[in-house]
Nanobody
Framework: QVQLVESGGGLVQAGGSLRLSCAAT????????MGWYRQAPEKQRELVAA???????NYADSVKGRFTISRDNAKNTVYLQMNSLKPEDTAVYYC???????????????WGQGTLVTISS
């Protein structure tokens, strides 16, 4: 069984910082693209940040300059450093990754269970 285990969510004051982690577990050979998504109540799920296997990154306009996505391939983990947090950042954050699970290079797309981030005014 391959899974993505998320951690780091919680309640913080506006202007504060938080770091989310997402680790792949199970029999995984490697990880391709990884990303963070978020979904607020009554809102659509949106892409927050993504990072390729080569380290190229992409961010939603709403978080540029405040959030940083990174990965540690040795630990099969992706991080999301969130600074200058705003109330509108409040949402459930989900990680997503393509996990290579076969010698031939076959992969499966997996979602994390989600971690709640709440920003108070």
């Amino acid at each position: 069984q391959v899974q993505l285990v998320e951690s780091g969510g919680g309640l913080v004051q506006a202007g504060g910082s938080l770091r989310l982690s997402c680790a792949a577990t199970g029999r995984v050979f490697s990880i391709n693209a990884m990303g963070w998504y978020r979904q607020a109540p009554e809102k659509q799920r949106e892409l927050v940040a993504a990072i390729t296997s080569a380290g190229s990154t992409n961010y939603a306009d709403s978080v540029k300059g405040r959030f940083t996505i990174s990965r540690d391939n040795a630990k099969n983990t992706v991080y999301l450093q969130m600074n200058s947090l705003k109330p509108e950042d409040t949402a459930v954050y989900y990680c997503n990754a393509r996990l290579v699970v076969t010698v031939e290079g076959g992969y499966v797309a997996v979602w994390g269970q989600g971690t709640l981030v709440t920003i108070s005014s």
